[in-house]
């Protein structure tokens, strides 16, 4: 796979998922974006749940997987970075297509009052995606770290990351927190 293409692989993805979440947000009167997940846009009997997760959330794990694992052979080897792109690739890509294919109650249900085995599957992959993604990403720029042409593009994944890990932290301290969409 050509550089170019890895690169539109991971681009493609990042806007397949932008681009649904933000028109998922156009389906409801009231969503808050700031107050609000991402995943109730897609969840389970909303008006176009379904086509957001088929051709928006599950596209972009399918990409940003292909990203992840092409992205290897494009970077200086380094048992860190690989660590690092399959962490994302495992923990960002493939349960970013889970996720779509089991989508969280209406709502969310984020008390979890009698959750579906979707709400469970959806709660418990998506853990992962927060604890391992930014870690992930953290192991990506500390394995680049070692190559000048890659040195600004690692300072920026461990800043992401340490960002992204303040954010989870925020998040898991109070999920029923005003600002859960925004964590």
Not at 4 to 22: D, H, P, R, Y
Not at 144 to 159: E, M, P, T, W
Not at 162 to 169: E, M, P, R
Request: hydrophobic share 45%; net charge positive.
């Amino acid at each position: 796979m050509s550089n170019k293409l890895v690169f539109w692989t991971g681009i493609l993805g990042v806007t397949f998922f932008g681009m649904a979440s933000l028109l998922g947000g156009f389906q409801f009167e009231n969503y808050n974006p700031i107050s609000q997940y991402i995943s109730e846009t897609m969840a389970i009997d909303t008006p176009y749940g379904k086509v957001l997760r088929f051709f928006g959330y599950i596209p972009s794990g399918i990409l940003l997987t292909i990203f992840s694992f092409a992205a290897l052979k494009k970077f200086p080897k380094s048992n860190v970075t690989k660590i690092g792109f399959c962490g994302l690739g495992i923990f960002y890509g493939i349960v970013t297509i889970i996720v779509g294919l089991f989508p969280c109650d209406k709502g969310c249900n984020k008390e979890l009052i009698d959750p579906s085995v979707s709400q469970v599957i959806h709660n418990l992959t998506g853990l992962l995606t927060y604890i391992f993604v930014p870690i992930s990403i953290i192991f990506i720029g500390v394995g680049l770290r070692k190559s000048k042409k890659q040195y600004g593009l690692s300072k920026f994944a461990i800043i992401c990351g340490l960002i992204c890990i303040l954010f989870v932290g925020l998040l898991f301290s109070d999920p029923l927190t005003n600002f859960a969409g925004l964590y």
